[in-house]
C-alpha cells in the first residue's frame, strides 16, 4: 500500500528542479539545465574572507582587500557564487515559502564545517518582528538549524537581537548600507554568558555587500565572542559583476 501511495503521490505531487521548478528526477538536485549554471564554491581561496583564488595558493595567504583592511570575522564560506541562478533558490525560500529548501541549502553547506565543532554554536541573522510576523518564519533560522543538526552542533535561535526594522536597502551603497544597520543588531542580553569566549557560526541566506553581517558579527565580538565565521548559500564575489536587478531583488 505505501508503494502504491508513493507512486500516486510521485505522479501528482512530482520532484522538481529548486533552481527552475521544472520537473526533475530528484527534487534535492537540479535538473540538467540548471546544475552546469551553479557555480560551487571551493579552496583555494583567501584564508580571511574566503574570496576565490584564480590558481592555488600557499596555505594561509590573504587578500589585497583583506591585507589592507583586516575583516571582524574570522572567515566567510558560501556554498555557490551569487548569480542569477543561484538566486532562485534564495527567492524561492524566502518569498516563495519553498522552506525545504532549507535543508537543501544546509546539505551543500556541510563539506565548509570546521573538523572541531564540538564547541561550536550555530545562530541566524535575525528578522525584525514584524518582518518575521508577516513571513512567519525566518529563512537563515530554517538553514541554520538543520545546519546544526547535520553537523552536530549546538543551536540557538536568538543570540541576536534586532533592534529596528530596516528600510530597503535598494539602491544604496556599501557604505550607505553599513551606516543603515550600524546599529540594528545587538547581543541578547538573556545569553551574554553564553556568547563570551565561544565560537559562533552566523548563518544568512545571501551576502551581497557584507552590511548585515558585519553589524551581526560586530555585535557578538563586541559581546566577548572570540570566533565568528559566517555560513551563507550565496555570496558575491568580489571583483566579478552582479547586475543591480539581482541585487535589488534580493537586498541583504
Not at 575583516?71 to 548569480?83: K, T
Not at 543561484?86 to 544546509?106: F, N, P
Not at 563539506?111 to 564540538?118: D, G, K, T
Request: aromatic residues 6%; contains cysteine.
Amino acid at each position: 500500500m505505501t508503494k502504491i501511495a508513493e507512486t500516486i503521490l510521485d505522479f501528482a505531487l512530482p520532484e522538481r528542479c529548486p533552481a527552475c521548478g521544472d520537473i526533475s528526477s530528484d527534487g534535492n538536485n537540479f535538473c540538467a539545465m540548471c546544475w552546469p549554471k551553479i557555480r560551487f564554491l571551493n579552496p583555494p581561496w583567501c584564508t580571511g574572507c574566503a574570496s576565490p583564488f584564480e590558481y592555488e595558493q600557499a596555505q594561509g595567504v590573504l587578500c589585497a582587500d583583506c591585507l589592507s583592511t583586516p575583516p571582524q570575522h574570522d572567515g566567510i564560506r558560501a556554498a555557490v557564487a551569487y548569480d542569477t541562478t543561484s538566486r532562485q533558490i534564495a527567492l524561492r525560500l524566502k518569498y516563495g515559502g519553498k522552506i525545504g529548501l532549507a535543508k537543501l541549502i544546509a546539505r551543500h553547506l556541510v563539506r565548509h564545517l570546521p573538523h572541531e565543532r564540538s564547541d561550536i554554536i550555530v545562530t541566524p541573522v535575525p528578522l525584525h518582528w514584524t518582518r518575521l510576523w508577516s513571513r512567519s518564519f525566518n529563512q537563515s533560522a530554517l538553514i541554520g538549524r538543520e545546519l546544526a543538526r547535520l553537523g552536530d552542533m549546538e543551536y540557538c535561535a536568538d543570540l541576536l537581537k534586532r533592534t529596528r526594522r530596516t528600510p530597503s536597502m535598494r539602491g544604496l551603497s556599501s557604505k550607505e548600507r553599513r551606516k543603515v544597520v550600524g546599529s540594528a543588531f545587538i547581543a541578547n542580553p538573556k545569553h551574554m554568558p553564553q556568547i563570551a569566549g565561544a565560537r559562533i557560526l552566523l548563518v544568512d541566506d545571501v551576502l551581497t555587500t557584507g552590511a548585515t553581517s558585519n553589524g551581526c558579527i560586530k555585535a557578538l565580538k563586541k559581546s566577548g565572542a572570540s570566533w565568528v565565521q559566517l555560513f551563507c548559500w550565496a555570496r558575491v564575489v568580489r571583483g566579478e559583476t552582479v547586475s543591480e536587478t539581482i541585487t535589488d531583488t534580493l537586498p541583504t
